[in-house]
């Protein structure tokens, strides 16, 4: 009788646990959801003909999107891979759309769209076009042109600098770098004149450092009869670069031929901040991790996390137990990277065995 009741109490333990197993994974994800990568405020307009068709306009937001999507994760150079991807395989990444405000005013009709495409598969799209994708990762830098004009002896920084008064003129959404322009100061333009000579190895930390923003880009353009040379000072995170190179045949009087310069310049620094951000998909490193799943509210927000970081691929429960739930993440990345990015995220790991333990 007293076996009968103590295998009585082992299954009940037994089921106790199991439950509790069972609970864990249906608060938890199991497979995980791609993060999506989310392009709002697409705006259409039309004239409302007897013609009218919206879901050939709605379609047309979806290539604006998958337009708009690229040229903020992929460098100027791989954009003629994209020209030939078709409307079906655009649809095909949408993960979900919706319409934002559509309204029809003086017989034109207007349509406003928010459209989320599939993470997994647009990096899986780029891996086989053999383009590497970079974060599009928004950063706020100081930017200060300066023109020195050496045939007429004058260094020109702020409202007299053509550059200057034009650089933020056509702001495109899709960009990633936010320019943040200097005010101007008579102190600054004093210490640039003091340093003429010496600009090259000047530091401009004087100047960059009142507006606490550690990002910079100073691009100097010395103008002289022939040509011009422009020197880019460039630093982000604190990986500094030096870069020179020669312009010929603008003409700094132009304004519609400044503006195309400035595009073509705010492209060269796009494609610079991208390469600092890229992602090698062709790299897929599957890394075990054991986590405590006491606590469901903890396990959520890990998964929800996890589904958040652009460098995980994809992350499933492999196995699991009454104590741990033992992960399987595929990263795009070194060992060393995903530690990094997890500390960054407050999350930590004990990494002495082939299974790391989340502390």
């Known amino acids: 009788m007293k076996y009968i009741y103590q295998n009585f109490k082992l299954r009940k333990l037994y089921i106790f646990f199991l439950f509790l197993a069972v609970l864990n994974i249906f608060f938890s994800t199991g497979i995980s959801y791609a993060k999506t990568f989310s392009i709002n405020d697409v705006e259409l307009s039309t004239p409302f003909k007897i013609n009218f ?33 078709t409307l079906s395989q655009i649809k095909s990444m949408i993960s979900t759309f919706s319409i934002k405000e559509e309204k029809f005013v003086d017989e034109i009709y207007y349509i406003k769209l928010n459209v989320s495409f599939n993470k997994k598969i647009i990096f899986d799209l780029l891996e086989k076009n053999n383009i590497f994708p970079s974060l599009p990762v928004k950063k706020d ?16 920084m702020f409202s007299d600098n053509i550059i200057y008064n034009q650089w933020n003129s056509n702001i495109k959404q ?52 022939v040509q011009t040379r422009l020197l880019n000072k460039i630093n982000f995170d604190n990986k500094k ?14 304004s519609p031929e400044i503006n ?29 991790i ?34 741990n739930n033992i992960y399987k993440i595929i990263f795009n990345g070194t060992p060393d990277k995903f530690i990094e990015v997890m500390k960054n995220n407050n999350y930590e790991f004990e990494t002495i065995n082939k299974i790391w333990v989340m502390k």
Do not use: C
Request: aromatic residues 12%.
């Open 53 to 85: 068709n919206k879901n050939k306009i709605i379609d047309e937001g979806f290539i604006q999107a998958f337009n708009e999507l690229m040229l903020s994760t992929v460098q100027s150079k791989d954009h003629q891979k994209l020209k030939k991807i």
């Open 141 to 156: 830098i100081i930017f200060i042109p300066i023109i020195i004009d050496q045939n007429e002896n004058q260094i020109k």
């Open 174 to 225: 899709y960009d990633l770098l936010n320019y943040i322009l200097p005010t101007e100061d008579l102190e600054d333009l004093n210490l640039v004149k003091k340093n003429i000579k010496n600009l090259e190895n000047f530091e401009f930390s004087e100047i960059v450092k009142k507006y606490n923003i550690e990002n910079y880009i100073i691009s100097i353009f010395f103008i002289d009869s």
């Open 241 to 254: 670069n030096l870069k020179n190179t020669v312009i010929k045949n603008i003409n700094f009087n132009s």
């Open 260 to 288: 195309k310069y400035i595009e073509t310049l705010k492209i060269t620094f796009e494609d610079y901040w991208k390469s600092q951000n890229e992602i090698n998909t062709s790299v897929k490193l599957p890394l075990t």
């Open 290 to 323: 054991s986590v405590e799943n006491s606590n469901n509210i903890k396990i959520y927000q890990l998964e929800e996390k996890l589904s958040n970081i652009d460098l995980i691929y994809n992350f499933y429960i492999y196995k699991f137990n009454n104590k």
